[in-house]
């Protein structure tokens, strides 16, 4: 059992979850980090999400999430902003392999 008060470990199991993402075939990174707050967000680019509306890409990320992730390492996750390699490219300057120029 992690610890709820356990960020680093939470966001490391997170991540790695992300990057885990079931299309294998399927380039995906994943970026989660701790808020001044104390809250984790993250942010996930994969082409998977490539003409996905926004609440099915939500829906997909948050199952993959919870069938993967303990409960209580979910407890601080306050968002997650899943995105294709392009979107993730251009809103964190980390250059994805996605289909864009």
Not at 14 to 30: D, Q, Y
Request: hydrophobic residues 40%.
């Amino acid at each position: 059992m992690v610890a709820k008060n356990d960020p680093v470990t939470a966001a490391r199991l997170i991540e790695e979850a992300l990057e885990a993402f079931p299309r294998t075939n399927v380039t995906t990174k994943a970026h989660v980090f701790e808020t001044e707050w104390g809250q984790l967000r993250a942010l996930v680019g994969s082409d998977a999400f490539k003409g996905m509306p926004l609440a099915e890409r939500q829906d997909v990320v948050w199952k993959h999430l919870r069938e993967r992730v303990p409960a209580e390492c979910l407890e601080n996750l306050y968002g997650v902003h899943p995105m294709d390699l392009d979107e993730y490219a251009a809103r964190t300057g980390v250059a994805g392999n996605g289909g864009g120029a």
